[in-house]
T-cell receptor, first 113, second 112 residues
Framework: GNSVTQMEGPVTLSEEAFLTINCTYT??????LFWYVQYPGEGLQLLLK?????DKGSNKGFEATYRKETTSFHLEKGSVQVSDSAVYFC????????????FGKGTRLSVIA | DTGVSQDPRHKITKRGQNVTFRCDPI?????LYWYRQTLGQGPEFLTY????????KSRLLSDRFSAERPKGSFSTLEIQRTEQGDSAMYLC??????????FGPGTRLTVT
């Protein structure tokens, strides 16, 4: 079956550090890939998405590139801020975004000033 | 557009009691999803609807769980004879056709 594996946290970084959160997936066919973010006390929010190989999703300074050859969708940000502290979830769906999502376990990021 | 809403936000119940949660999707979204999230884990799919029709149910959805979306708008998720293992955050999401899923704030269930 489909599955998502992401790096375990927690990840603690100083402000302005470079962030990478690794995500790899197993899926049949050509899934769509997502990063969701959950800020403290809030619901899941879609951060970015990519629907086909070599697509790059980007939002709020975060980027992730759909790499079919390595089945990966790593999240990166060049300079993190304290406000980026949250739990980040990698997810896939079999077709676009309208089929059930399969999530990774989440990676907690703490950014300290 | 007020987003996906869920009610209640928190529910504490005793083992063996029945509970019901409600989800109101974004208006005009025809797909509605239920997920469950336990501490330290990502959300896990439970079931989803397209309009009134329940299209898929996960094996996680035991026969104590039932979900409805009677008029293709709001949905309810009922858990009968709750067990301590049912303690979790229950998340609802909605989407329109090929669009992305938008999540509500969740209902946190604690079974004592």
């Amino acid at each position: 079956g489909n599955s998502v594996t992401q790096m375990e946290g927690p990840v603690t970084l100083s402000e302005e550090a470079f962030l990478t959160i690794n995500c790899t997936y197993t899926a049949t066919g050509y899934p769509s890939l997502f990063w969701y973010v959950q800020y403290p006390g809030e619901g899941l929010q879609l951060l970015l998405k990519a629907t086909k190989a070599d697509d790059k999703g980007s939002n709020k300074g975060f980027e992730a590139t759909y790499r079919k050859e390595t089945t990966s969708f790593h999240l990166e940000k060049g300079s993190v801020q304290v406000s980026d502290s949250a739990v980040y979830f990698c997810a896939l769906s079999e077709r676009s975004g309208n089929t059930p999502l399969v999530f990774g376990k989440g990676t907690r990021l703490s950014v300290i000033a | 557009d007020t987003g996906v809403s869920q009610d209640p936000r928190h529910k504490i119940t005793k083992r063996g009691q029945n509970v019901t949660f409600r989800c109101d999707p974004i208006s005009e979204h025809n797909r509605l999803y239920w997920y469950r999230q336990t501490l330290g884990q990502g959300p896990e799919f439970l079931t989803y609807f397209q309009n009134e029709a329940q299209l898929e149910k996960s094996r996680l959805l035991s026969d104590r769980f039932s979900a409805e979306r009677p008029k293709g708008s709001f949905s309810t998720l009922e858990i009968q004879r709750t067990e301590q293992g049912d303690s979790a955050m229950y998340l609802c999401a909605s989407s329109f056709d090929l669009g992305w899923q938008y999540f509500g704030p969740g209902t946190r269930l604690t079974v004592t």
